[in-house]
């Protein structure tokens, strides 16, 4: 609004923005907040996400798994930032809820519970090896245990096709305080408090 007189200017802005983007593909246009890993590519890779490779929204099934492995993130941010590691960072994240169906994979049961260090651990090779061949199988999401919620579960949805948002009207805004040490999440009356270590 600072760079604009009108409403009409506003919508002329946002048009034109919108135009500078890449197109989200026709499926995932739902909803910004879900299509946004299916337009975007990263230089560099996540779990199930090769680099430069579009296409892989992540979730959780509890708020409290969504919470640290966000915190874990801001904290790796900070960590490794040399000119931030003494300081605090704090940052607010919309936690919103959303339903994913299709075939899937689930990396938490038997068999594949059996290299449950292959699925959390940070060398990420294993799991983009079976994202590819999940894919070429047309496996539409990835069930998995979380890194760093150990009795949480996560989500990897490879095709928005499967995914829809829910109760978008009812997300939660939670401030996440970041320091060297640990991190604190909170939202309203409920907190979450997090110890990290260096490595």
């Excluded at 983007?21 to 230089?43: C, D, E, I, M, N």
């Excluded at 996440?176 to 490595?199: N, W, Y």
Aim: hydrophobic residues 45%.
């Amino acid at each position: 609004m600072k760079l604009v007189d009108s409403l009409a200017e506003q919508e002329e802005l946002e048009i034109i923005l919108e135009a500078s983007k890449p197109a989200a593909p026709a499926v995932a246009r739902q909803h910004y907040l879900l299509s946004t890993p299916f337009r975007y590519p990263s230089p560099l890779p996540s779990r199930f996400r090769p680099a430069g490779a579009l296409g892989v929204w992540y979730g959780a099934e509890s708020v409290e798994t969504a919470c640290t492995e966000l915190a874990y993130w801001r904290w790796r941010f900070l960590m490794d930032s040399e000119g931030l590691r003494d300081t605090e960072l704090i940052a607010e994240f919309s936690l919103f809820r959303a339903k994913v169906n299709g075939s899937a994979v689930d990396l938490s049961i038997h068999p594949w519970d059996a290299r449950r260090s292959d699925w959390i651990s940070d060398d990420y090779s294993a799991c983009l090896a079976l994202a590819a061949e999940a894919r070429r199988r047309e496996v539409q999401w990835i069930r998995y245990w979380s890194a760093r919620d150990i009795a949480g579960h996560c989500g990897a949805v490879l095709d928005p096709a499967g995914l829809k948002a829910i109760e978008l009207n009812k997300q939660q805004t939670w401030v996440c305080k970041v320091s060297a040490t640990g991190a604190l999440m909170r939202h309203e009356q409920d907190s979450i408090s997090l110890a990290f270590k260096p490595a």
